[in-house]
């Protein structure tokens, strides 16, 4: 089946640093999505993209959707606690508004934030 | 407005019995999608629903999990003769559209132990 790899697995990171995770995939997406899950809790949507190139962001957070379609990064810049959590990116190869919806994420990455 | 409801939260069997789990949409929300998410890993699509009908069931294993959205009532995803492999968090996302990929609302998900 479809795959997104995503890097890194897992990184602790000193408050106030910046963060950066990445995902890849062989295959081309039409809507790239970064998600945020807490233990116990649902993913939560952060930032999606719509078009190669696109750049976004939503408050501290920051992401691009790879001019090939098949890659999208994020970042988060001066990291507090809050940060702490699974963050997952997903794909949706269907056209947006099509008849399909169903996402393909990555295994995620782990976020530590040392207070 | 109340976000997508799942129910149980957590619920406990042993090998051999059934496993039932409920998904309430968002209000206005006709379109639900289960995913699973075994430990350390990343949602994995099982199956799209629209009202008392099954659009997509590509990730659905062959046999023992079937899901229904009737007309009235929540969503059911009914596992039978749970093994213990079937251990993993069951999340459902409810969409106003098909394709809408940033639209859809995940729950707090079910999460289910097979002993």
């Known amino acids: 089946g479809q795959q997104l790899n995503q890097s890194p697995q897992s990184m602790f990171i000193q408050e106030g640093e910046d963060v950066s995770m990445n995902c890849t995939s062989s295959?081309?997406?039409?809507?790239w999505l970064w998600y945020k899950q807490d233990p116990g809790e649902g993913p939560v949507l952060l930032i999606a993209?719509?078009?190669?190139?696109e750049l976004t962001s939503n408050g501290r957070l920051t992401a691009q959707f790879g001019i090939t379609r098949k890659d999208s990064f994020l970042n988060i810049s001066a990291s507090i606690p809050s940060d702490v959590g699974i963050y997952f990116c997903?794909?949706?190869?269907?056209?947006?508004?099509?008849?399909?919806?169903?996402?393909?994420f990555g295994k995620g990455t782990k976020l530590s934030v040392k207070p | 407005n109340a976000g997508v409801m799942q129910n149980p939260r957590h619920l406990v069997r042993r090998r051999g019995q059934e496993a039932r789990l409920r998904c309430s949409p968002m209000?206005?929300?006709?379109?639900v999608y289960w995913y699973r998410q075994l430990p350390e890993e990343g949602l994995k699509f099982m199956v799209y629903?629209?009202?008392?009908?099954?659009?997509?069931e590509s990730g659905m294993p062959k046999e023992r999990f079937s899901a229904e959205f009737p007309k009235e009532g929540p969503s059911i995803l009914r596992i039978q003769q749970v093994v213990r492999g079937d251990s993993a968090a069951y999340f459902c996302?409810?969409?106003?559209?098909?394709?809408?990929?940033?639209?859809?609302?995940f729950g707090p998900g079910t999460r289910l132990t097979v002993l």
């Open positions: 996302a409810s969409s106003p559209r098909p394709g809408w990929a940033d639209t859809q609302y």
């Open positions: 295959s081309i997406f039409n809507t």
């Open positions: 993209l719509y078009k190669a190139g």
């Open positions: 997903a794909g949706q190869m269907g056209d947006y508004g099509g008849s399909q919806g169903n996402l393909i």
């Open positions: 209000k206005g929300h006709s379109h």
């Open positions: 629903l629209q009202k008392e009908n099954i659009i997509d």
